[in-house]
Nanobody, 128 residues
C-alpha cells in the first residue's frame, strides 16, 4: 500500500496560483500511475489530471487543460500539481491517488474506483 499526504492548499483569489504536493511512502512510488482528483461541497469526486509512472505521459480534464500541470519526482517520491489562473469553480478538496492496476503507459485511469491508494486531501478555496 502507498501512503499519501497532500499539502499546499489554501485560500487564493481568482486568477492566482497554488502548488500542491503529495508525498508518498510505503511501496515503490515509481511503479504507480498517479492522479489528482477534487471534490466540491455536495458534489462527487472528479478527475483532474494524471501522470504515468515515468512522468512522460499526462492526461488532464478539459476543465483544467492549459491551467493545471501535473508532474512527479520519483527520486523524492512526490507528486505535484501546479495550478494557475484559478477560478472559483476550482474550489474543493484536492486528493492525490495511486494506481498500479488499471493504468498503462499511455492509457491513464480517470475513474475514482480505478485508484487503490488515496491521501486525506487538502482544501483549495478560490475567492471571486
Amino acid at each position: 500500500q502507498l501512503q499519501l499526504v497532500e499539502s499546499g492548499g489554501g485560500l487564493v483569489q481568482a486568477g492566482g496560483s497554488l502548488s500542491l504536493s503529495c508525498a508518498a511512502s510505503g511501496r515503490s512510488f515509481s511503479s504507480y500511475a498517479m492522479g489528482w482528483f477534487r471534490q466540491a461541497p455536495g458534489k462527487e469526486r472528479e478527475f483532474v489530471s494524471a501522470i504515468n509512472w515515468g512522468g512522460d505521459y499526462i492526461f488532464a480534464a478539459d476543465s483544467v487543460k492549459g491551467r493545471f500541470t501535473v508532474s512527479r519526482d520519483n527520486a523524492k517520491s512526490t507528486l505535484y500539481l501546479q495550478m494557475n489562473d484559478l477560478k472559483p469553480e476550482d474550489t474543493g478538496v484536492y486528493f492525490c491517488a495511486g494506481d498500479r492496476i488499471y493504468s498503462t503507459a499511455q492509457g491513464l485511469a480517470t475513474m475514482t474506483e480505478h485508484y487503490q491508494d488515496w491521501g486525506q486531501g487538502t482544501q483549495v478555496t478560490v475567492s471571486s
